[in-house]
């Protein structure tokens, strides 16, 4: 079942082809642990973006693999799209962003990324 989710003032909005994820992960690197984020990867092909592009602003750090995407106006972080580890391309949701989504509900995965 396909989930939906936005930046904070709404004009960032997405959706997710993909089944609402029952996992998530914390990172504690330097950008991850400072937004909070609850992550989910999914294939970008199951990724797209309803309203909002021309508002969103990137930012990379580290090795540049990933484009952090932003809203120029809340700046909520709702996802961010980069290859992973397998060279495929995916996307990063903040399920943070999803209401739907029960986050106490979520099994954590801890990944401590600020060893990387």
């Known amino acids: 079942m396909a ?3 936005s930046c904070h003032c709404g004009a960032v909005a997405f959706r997710v082809t ?4 029952t ?4 990172c504690n690197c330097s950008h991850c642990r400072r ?3 609850l992550l989910s990867f999914v294939s970008s092909s199951a990724f797209s973006i309803l309203s909002g592009a ?8 580290n090795k540049h693999d990933v484009a952090h995407r ?3 106006t809340c700046g909520c972080q709702p996802f961010g799209s980069g290859k992973g580890p397998t060279g495929a391309e995916m996307a990063a949701i903040n399920l943070r962003c999803v209401p739907s989504i029960d986050l ?10 600020a060893s990387f």
């Open 3 to 5: 989930f939906e989710g």
């Open 18 to 21: 993909e089944d609402v994820p």
């Open 23 to 26: 996992e998530a992960m914390s």
């Open 35 to 37: 937004k909070g984020f």
């Open 54 to 61: 021309d508002n969103l602003t990137d930012y990379h750090f």
């Open 70 to 72: 932003f809203c120029s």
């Open 104 to 113: 106490d509900s979520l099994t954590i995965q801890k990944v401590d990324g």
